[in-house]
């Protein structure tokens, strides 16, 4: 056997025991209400000319509670995943709030071009934050610390949503939250998760930027970054043949009949599970200047670890989930979670740098969160 021989037959034996690790944890019991039937993971390892091709790997769990079972195991792709067809692999799912990532680094390229200033006051695109209390800057805006109140918690949204009903406009969203009330917030400089702070992110890339926001991701993303499934989502009937599970929410209706892409108040994009892993490894400084990358990734701590999920340092950037123990990462990305799929993905830099995309059918973030860490800390060779 020869020096080539070798490498393929230990790279097929390290993807066997990766799949294998892999189907371990979705066979493990869930404590979702939607529990997942099969992941989608797509991984990328290097860069340059010692990158390995992009793999995609098909998991089904055995038994599903809820749902008729199928077989687990699933097989391998490789990078081609554009055809869709009967290759759940090919399909595109709803990012949900990966959507952030992707609207922060669109930000950021404004930024590098000198027409948005991360430190200068946001009202200047803004002037729906005029009256709140404390001056807000861009870079908070997209760290979740600018003090805005948020929709996930609220009773009325999630009847809505369950309703199947058209979403609310986005000046309907910030009212119901309570926008124009300075009272309505936390204090500006302390970390709260607000998906309306990205709904106004979404208003000011269009203000600086002159176009719509579908143009503007496109424009500073998706081509960019050559994500050719990507696409931002705006009605009911974009949903037909997307990757979806079951989701509670609707009572057994399924996903793409009952639920409206509005209902994520700051835009949500569509892509492959393969486009979402090209996505947090394109962000390099072929993408964006150095010192705007390390902005980006200039995390603030956001509590201690978290309960069943891999957080040791967790924190935040700037449109950027990330962990910080050395140990355990360091690693960023995003989590996503709506009606009918879980989609992850993060990137974890080094010598050899590795990126990976989880989506799940189902709505279990903990679970995706788990698979996507099994993957970095594998292929980096640290288990």
Known sequence: MGKDDSNAAMADMDLGLLRTALAGLLEEESMSPAPAGTALVAFLRGRGADAEPLRTLELRRRAVPGRKGGETGG?????????????????????????????????????????????????????????????????????????????????????????????????????????????????????????IGYLLVGRLLERAGGAPLAEMLAREIFTPLGLSSAALLR??????????????????????????????????????????????????????????????????????????????????????????????????GHTGGGPGVTPVAYHMPGPVPVSVAVFLDGEDGNLAEWMAVEVLHRLRGGR
């Open 75 to 195: 097989g391998e792709t490789g990078g081609g995943d554009q055809g869709g067809g009967g290759d759940p692999a090919g399909k595109r799912a709803l990012v949900y709030s990966l959507t952030k990532t992707v609207l922060a680094a669109a930000v950021l390229r404004l930024a590098a071009r000198g027409v948005v200033d991360l430190d200068g006051p946001a009202e200047r695109w803004l002037p729906e934050l005029a009256g709140r209390p404390g001056a807000v800057t861009v870079a908070q805006l997209l760290m979740h610390r600018a003090g805005l109140p948020d929709y996930g918690g609220r009773a009325d949204y999630h009847a809505a949503v369950a309703g199947g009903g058209d979403p609310w406009s986005g000046d309907e969203f910030l009212a119901r939250c309570g926008l124009a009330k300075s009272e309505n917030g936390p204090p500006v400089g302390s970390f709260a998760y607000s998906n």
């Open 235 to 332: 009605d009911r009937s974009d949903l037909a043949g997307l990757f979806f599970g079951p989701s509670p929410a609707f009572g057994g209706r399924p996903v793409a009949e009952a639920y409206h892409p509005g209902w994520v108040s700051h835009g949500v994009v569509a892509m492959t599970v393969s486009d979402a892993c090209r996505l947090v490894h394109g962000l390099t400084e072929e993408y964006l200047p150095d010192a705007l990358l390390r902005r980006m990734r200039d995390g603030l701590p956001v509590g201690g670890p978290m309960t069943g999920r891999p957080w040791v340092e967790p924190s935040y950037g700037l449109g950027l989930m990330m962990e910080l123990d050395p140990a355990a990462g360091p690693y960023w």
